[in-house]
């Protein structure tokens, strides 16, 4: 059973910065694109990084590009978002995502991403 753990979420003053983690288990790490994803309280999700199994090709959604980077090493079977000159519209849920080649969804437990001064 695939499994998504994450951790790092929390509380930063506007301009700060966070890590996000996504520990993975349950299958080929390597093998799959992976995502991460935020919901904002009362508003369905929104994709706003990907990165592909090798970790050599990244996209961003717009409104976090220059600002947020997508990593992952494979070998720990971790994916990671760094998020940098965080602001108060960044306040979400964030979630790491994957889908198998059956189109099932995965997403990890969410962690709270709160940018307050």
């Known amino acids: 059973e695939m499994q998504l753990v994450e951790s790092g979420g929390g509380s930063v003053q506007p301009g700060g910065s966070l890590r996000l983690s996504c520990a993975c288990s349950?299958?080929?790490?390597?093998?799959?694109?992976l995502a991460w994803v935020r919901q904002y309280p009362g508003k369905g999700p929104d994709w706003i990084s990907v990165?592909?199994?090798?970790?050599?090709?990244?996209t961003y959604h717009e409104s976090v590009k220059g600002r947020f980077t997508i990593s992952r090493d494979n070998a720990k079977n971790t994916l990671f978002l760094q998020m940098n000159s965080l602001n108060s519209e960044d306040t979400a849920v964030y979630y790491c995502?994957?889908?198998?080649?059956?189109?099932?969804?995965?997403w990890g437990q969410g962690s709270q991403v709160t940018v307050s001064s």
């Open positions: 995502y994957i889908q198998d080649i059956f189109y099932n969804e995965y």
């Open positions: 349950g299958f080929t790490f390597g093998d799959y694109d």
């Open positions: 990165i592909n199994s090798a970790g050599d090709s990244t």
